[in-house]
Structures are given as C-alpha cells and as structure tokens.
C-alpha cells in the first residue's frame, strides 16, 4: 500500500492565504483563487488532530469529476485543476498542490448550503420524527430511518461559520437570497442531484443526500466549492441498503462512531484516533473514489 504524506496545512510563500477553512486553505492567485485541499477531517464541529491520508486529493479530484460531468447542467467556477496549466507564481510550490487544488473564479458565495436528500437520514431524519416534515417540506407518515422519499427534495440551510448548520425553509431563502435566486438554485441542486444519481446507481451507490453552494459572478449562479464527495454527501453501498436502521456509508461516518464509542463530550481537548481507523476511513474515500469515477486514485 502506498500512502502519500499527509498535509494538515498549507504556506505557500509569496502568495496570500485569504481564507483556512475546517478542511480547505485557499489563496489569491493571479486575480482568481486556488483552493487547496488539506488531509484535515473534522467530526462534530471539530478538526481533530489526525490527518487522512490522501484524502485531499480524493476531495480535490472527485470534484474535478463532478465538475466535468455536469457543467451542461450547472457552470462552475473552475479555471482548472492541471497543475501543468496553474500559472508562473505556482510553480515554485508544485509538490504541495499538486493533485490536492483548483484554480477557481471568484465568485460571491451565497451564504446558504443547498441540500439536496433523497432519503431519510441525519438531521432530516431528526426533524422528520419531531415534525413530519424536513425544512419546511411536509412528508408522508410512517416513513423510517433511511427511508427513500417519494422524490428528492430541496432543503436548504445556513452556512455557519462555527457550530451546525441548521435547516431553513424556502421562505427562508427566499428573504436571504431573493425569490429569483432562490428558485434558480432549488432547480439546479435538484437537477444535479437527479444526474449525479443516475450515475452513482450504476456505480452500485446511492446518494442519500449531498450539498451544493453557488456563487454570482457576473450576474450569474455557478456551482462553487466542493461537488459531491464523501465530506458534503452520503454516499451508501446499494447491495447492503435496508431502511430502518443507520447504513454503512464511504464517509467520515467510521470516524464519527469511533468518537461516540469512546464517549467523546464533543468539548476539547479532541481525541487523537488510533491507526485502526485512520487506515479505515481512507480505505473509505478511496473506496467511493474508485466506484463513482471508475479508475483508482493516482499514486494510491
């Protein structure tokens, strides 16, 4: 097995970091920006102190798929993700890019998550069995725990700086981002999802629900950011799927019940995570990497 170095952070001398996000540090470069995929993972709220490895370039180059795969659908805000095409203040810093970054258009994020569940599941599910109804969006009765939903629906949330996201209605969107606005990013978060689907059940997976985020540029939406990965969506295998119960899943799931098992508070200090379940969740990314586009991620 080779495993490549894990980065937890990024300098890239010469160049401004504007941004270091729970996962992603991001530079301005040459009027637009590169986005840097670290090892980084986090598990309620927290980065813990364990890197993945590989998994930034799983991250990094799954959206680059995704991105491919469904700019007729939706335009993005990739220039590109071809180190041999990143521009001349770059090339002193190749090793540490390299396969793990995008060079993107800036673009005025809209600061609303745009979730997408065509099952029940996480917070969907909680506010299923409070309420009846996910964000808004009232659901028939009876419906378990990973149920699949008459027909995915749109539920959007707040983009949190720290803390949890929490869902939010249409009208909520609809005074956050304007009526026009918030149609337009309901008709193409579901029509991505409905694709991304089609293609992942061929796959042998399913795509319990995922996010997307938007930006305006030039007066237009784009699909910005992440695109599909294992850190924005769950991704269950379909030959093990049964509603009414928790599924196994290609996420940060594995690490998420390592912590409920030890009796983590959620407080610091975080836990460092043993060897066992480091090795587990990479085999995970690797694992949903190798299903969704078919080939095994490079130098892994």
Not at 38 to 67: C, E, H, M
Not at 123 to 145: A, T
Not at 155 to 163: L, Q
Not at 237 to 248: C, L, N, T
Request: proline share 6%.
């Amino acid at each position: 097995m080779v495993t490549s170095p894990v980065i937890l952070e990024t300098n890239l001398p010469g160049l401004k970091r504007v941004h270091r996000g729970k996962v992603r540090d991001i530079y301005d470069c040459d009027g637009n920006l590169l986005i840097i995929s670290t090892d980084r993972i986090s598990a309620f709220d927290y980065v813990l102190g364990n890197g993945i490895p590989d998994k930034g370039r799983v991250l990094n180059q799954l959206s680059l798929f995704w991105f491919g795969r469904t700019h007729e659908i939706a335009a993005n805000h990739l220039v590109t993700g071809d180190a041999d095409r990143f521009p001349a203040p770059l090339r002193p810093h190749r090793a540490a890019v390299e396969g793990r970054s995008m060079l993107v258009r800036k673009a005025q994020m809209f600061q609303a998550e745009c979730v997408v569940r065509g099952y029940l599941a996480g917070s969907g599910w909680k506010e299923y069995r409070k309420s009846g109804s996910v964000s808004g969006v009232h659901l028939p009765p009876g419906l378990r725990e990973s149920s699949r939903l008459p027909e995915p629906i749109f539920t959007p949330s707040t983009k949190a700086v720290s803390g949890h996201d929490e869902n939010i209605s249409f009208m909520a969107l609809e005074q956050m981002v304007g009526t026009d606005s918030a149609l337009r990013l309901r008709e193409l978060s579901l029509a991505l999802y409905e694709a991304a689907s089609r293609h992942a059940e061929s796959a042998g997976v399913i795509i319990a629900d995922t996010k997307f985020e938007f930006g305006v540029l030039e007066g237009r939406i784009l699909l910005a950011d992440e695109v599909l990965t294992p850190d924005s969506s769950r991704f269950w295998p379909a030959d093990d799927y049964e509603p009414g119960r928790a599924q196994d899943s290609f996420d940060k799931q594995y690490v998420r019940d390592y912590l409920e098992r030890i009796g983590w508070n959620k407080q610091p200090p975080v836990p460092a995570l043993p060897a066992e379940v480091v090795a587990g969740t990479r085999e995970k990314y690797l694992e949903i990497f190798r299903r969704l586009t078919g080939r095994a991620l490079p130098g892994a």
